[in-house]
């Protein structure tokens, strides 16, 4: 079901995000305050006068590393759901990312792949 925040198509006084606007977004892989860097995003959407759609892939855009790997592996339905998760996932703090790492083992059934990626998103994070 479509967030009603964000169109189909830009409506009249959309602002279309242009290449130089998106750079002036920093990159974001997954270290250090994913807040941080949304609150960013979001000033700078203001400022171009974006819109919540735009946010998203403007967002999906600017992720490298760890961050763009667990991006590209879902879909996100509005803005405010890209958030919520974002700082799920890369919201804890660096002990929490160690432990986690330290238990990451390859779950019966797994595929490799699956294993690998969970594996460098928690080193990643971690530090390591």
């Not at 079901?1 to 009249?12: L, S």
């Not at 290449?19 to 941080?36: E, F, H, K, L, M």
């Not at 803005?79 to 919520?84: G, K, R």
Request: hydrophobic share 35%.
């Amino acid at each position: 079901m479509p967030d009603q925040d964000m169109p189909a198509y830009p409506g009249p006084g959309h602002a279309v995000p242009t290449p130089q606007a998106i750079t002036t977004v920093q990159q974001y892989d997954g270290r250090g305050d994913p807040n941080a860097w949304l609150n960013h995003l979001q000033e700078v959407a203001d400022v171009y006068g974006w819109q919540s759609v735009d946010c998203l892939k403007i967002a999906k855009i600017r992720l490298t590393g760890a961050a763009q790997r667990w991006a590209q592996a879902r879909i996100f339905h509005s803005w405010q759901e890209f958030q919520q998760l974002l700082d799920q996932r890369f919201g804890e703090t660096k002990e929490t990312a160690i432990v986690r790492l330290e238990r990451c083992f390859q779950k019966p059934g797994e595929p490799v792949k699956a294993f690998a990626d969970r594996f460098l998103q928690d080193s990643d994070r971690a530090g390591r």
